[in-house]
């Protein structure tokens, strides 16, 4: 029995979830009014469709299905570097993805790690290319993100609840009954959706180790109209179609996913009384161990491979780096500034709202930025408004990933403390400020980390908006590309690396509570 | 809320130099890059012409042409630049491009005469591979080795559509059984250019599609001479890069100055260092050293730009269809 | 004085109906069998369940809509009485400002209210380091500082061992000797009721019943209560 929660009002989420339905069905609309008679949808857009949702589905479903064990070792073990390791999970997630490739190709690629080895034990190689390609990239992006989100799953059941199951002498069985198989009914759908939605648009992964025209996704199509055919109407409907694709798995979600909480524990420190079998510790050791290796063999040699280029990266890079910073910094702002007000909203009466702020990461950002290029050409020049559009942007993108943090710890206290706060009149900023923003720091440190990461490492809209004298980092990185500077694009892509995971640490850091001592 | 002070600043610092006239030229992104052609041909060009000359990146040559098409007649443009021959029929269709003035002694291994896009620069498309790599010398004979190459998607990037209209000059009706044949050799297909050369340097494929200038950069600029082009028998694509000015220019004499400049020494001596390609007027002290070394493909091949637009669909449905299996 | 006019609430199956008058200063306790509605009945006058129909007045004034915090009344529930995050001092404190913004006169009344509780020195401690004797102290001196004439007690002592809950009880009786607040007190103990509360409102069968003595109606139960009681 919630009971009336007069602490709460929802208008303000209502507004900033209309506010986000706005800019991307707006922008979608913007690109389809310029659009002239095209060729409409052909049977190479439908296979991409194809394509599109059934690599979306398996790298989902892998993601999620691995990171459950991951985050279970993860919530009942404590060893030295568990807090490092649980930070270094945010950073696969908020690589340029390009480098995430040719980290990963340094592994399974044909001249990486693994086929030298079997090359040397006269084994035959493995080739990453194709659809078991696609989704390995998309799992060693998108399992750590799994994991966090599922390990906030755990640890939000009160530490009373296990004690209560220790009294009980329950079992692997019951605990996995009582208390982990409700949980994960309950964060699984959701992390599922977002996962899928991150799927769904992706492009230069999905055709760089697809290995051909055959791992062609929407988005690619989308690029194809755009800029093969100037199909401006081809490129709006198949982004509708993103969008739809995305509203669906996210409506199922919400459907799926159970809404009671745990109630509310008094935050003692979470210990667990069911897992010192030696078995048991034996195996989430093993998982965290492959976890580990996978996660971050890749990542090692992108910074291995970075560290002699640092010492090249020209004057320009560092400032695109300073300028990198302050946008991802200002998107973080505006993030919180959403994502607080449509998690207050969505945990009472308004669960639908989260379901709006997902499309943001399925919306193409080649439509995206497009249809706000249309939309701000008429009134104001491009560039003057780059860095703030970009962060607008880069926030959006990041509101799914912050809203499935927040919703569950937002829901829990309105849910726990909301007659508590309603009797002593507790409401508006006091409220946010001693019992809401106290109690979810945890989830808006990660999300705001999230975001500010996220946003360093995008490329997103800034590509088209760009000036030559102030350009992000990623896109600095992308010229040395561009003009054959290889090492010293490794350099940059290592000093991004840097500064993403910089300020997801602070962030993340500052925002944990007990839950992860 | 720094940046929008930022942003701000350099608004009014825009406004602050307005008296001096503006030529916006909007180019490909490589282009403006600190390691691009830009700065120089800025400098050099305000040098001369008592003005201001912004350069704007607008992605690759065609998101450029999409920009321009997107931006209409009220585009600031005056001029643009890095449209390639593949673009340049969409480009007139727009009719928002004027006549030139220029004339100049191209160095270009084809005939040049067009009223509204004068080039610039030009390449050949080519294979790179190691220098030591016994490499094929056609296409079939690629297709019938071992060896693995990376290519550009044509629906992305403009190198692959290179590859597309290449493999359609020199084979017409054959294309597709030759792509068929390619089909394993091919390690993976990528969206642009940047990718596809770093897989190669990591050492994912053999041969990597870019242009036969492509090892002037690792010998001139890196010392070193490891990285060779393939030449093939059946000749090589070529790549012209063009300008033109906009009719709805306000800085119709500026434009025309610029393009005039484009053909001089002072640019096109910029171009075979910072674009990596072969100027479009080779300049009076010749080619810098290194550029001998390199293939000279004895045979070139381009679509004429009116044929461009109807081969090139015929092609991708072939490509696509042949890689799809 | 609260008065329930002809009050109704409705929840499915369930429903609940009352008409009856709390006297300033009483002491009531709300006793009947499990699940005849005791706790629906403190929400419904807190405020946190909307009636069907009715109205219900504090004084002469009809408070049938206020909203919990602007009604004359402090309240415990049965768990979640206080902030886990916040101090001592600070849940304490939120019963004088909800925004906790204090006045050197205010932050004394905190100081008072814990020393009369018996936790004079335990300010800064969070909830999680004090006993369960101790969190229900801390509510009971936030009741105190909130100085509201009427208390609504929802079991807040049930998990605390008879001698402690005794102790709570004899606390709160002389709190409110104190204050002169009136108070409605939720209970399953008919010892409980003899304690501190002289006048009874039964909850039975969807009624709760205009408040009798609570000596009579234990020495004399009706049916419903006797099979209750047992």
Known sequence: MAGRVIAIRAWPGIGAAAFVAALILGTLLAVALRAEAGRGLGPSEWAALRFTVSQALWSAGLSVLLAVPVARALARRRFIGRRLFISLLGVPFILPVIVAVLGLLAVFGRSGIVNSALRWAELPEISIYGFHGVVLAHVFFNLPLATRLILQGWQQVPAERFRLAAQLGFGSKDMWRIIEAPMLRRVVPQSFAVIFALCISSFAVALTLGGGPKATTVELAIYQAFRFDFDLGRAALLSCLQLVMVGAAALLALKLSDRDGFGAGLDRPVLRWDADTAPKVALDTCVILCAAVFLLVPLSLVVLDGIAGLAQLPRQVWQAAWVSVLVSLASTGIMVALALPIAIASSSRHRWLEAVALLGIAASPLVIGTGLFLIIYPIANPFSVAFPVTALVNAVMALPFALRMLIGPVRDVVQDYGRLSGSLDIKGWAWMRLVLLPRVRGALGFSCGLTAALSMGDLGVIALFADPERATLPLQMYRLMGSYRMEAASGAALLLLCLSFGLFWAFDRGGRGHAEA | MKYLAFATGMLAATTAIAETPVLTVYTYDSFVSNWGPGPSVEKAFEAQCGCDLKLVGAGDGAALLARLKLEGARSDADVVLGLDTNLVAAARETGLFSDHSVTAEYTLPIEWSDSQFVPFDWGYFAFVKAAELEAPTNFKDLADSDLKIVIQDPRSSTPGLGLLLWVKEAYGDEAKSVWEGLADNVVTVTKGWSEAYGLFLDGEADMVLSYTTSPAYHLIAEEDASKAAAAFDEGHYMQIEVAGKLAASDQQDLADQFLAFMVTDDFQAIIPTTNWMYPAVTPKEGLPKGFETLITPEKSLLVSPEKADMVRDAALAEWLDALSQ | ?230
């Open chain 3, 1 to 230: 004085m609260l008065r329930l006019e002809n009050v109704l609430m409705r929840q499915g199956d369930f429903t609940l109906g009352g008409d009856l008058t709390v006297p300033a200063g009483a002491r009531v306790a709300v006793i009947g069998p499990s699940g005849a509605g005791k706790s629906t009945l403190l929400s419904l006058i807190a405020g946190f369940l909307p009636a069907s129909q009715g109205r219900v007045f504090w004084e002469d004034k009809d408070i049938t809509m206020a909203s919990p915090g602007k009604r004359p009344i402090a309240m415990l529930f049965q768990d979640n009485n206080l902030f886990p995050h916040l101090t001592v001092f600070q849940n304490v404190g939120l019963g004088i400002r909800p925004n906790l913004k204090l006045d050197p006169s205010q932050h004394a009344l905190v100081v008072d209210a814990l020393k009369r509780v018996g936790l004079a020195g335990f300010e800064d401690r969070k909830p999680a380091a004090l006993s369960g004797g101790q969190q229900s102290r801390v509510a009971l001196a936030r009741v105190l500082v909130q100085r509201r004439p009427l208390v609504l007690l929802d079991e807040p002592f049930a998990a605390l061992g008879p001698a402690l809950k005794a102790e709570m009880l004899d606390l709160v009786a002389e709190l409110l000797a104190e204050t002169g607040a009136g108070m409605l007190m939720v209970s399953h103990d008919p010892e409980d009721a003899r304690r501190i509360a002289d006048q009874t409102i039964l909850v039975a069968e969807g009624v709760a019943h205009p408040l009798v003595a609570t000596a009579d109606l234990l020495e004399n139960p009706p049916q419903a209560l006797k099979d209750y009681l047992g």
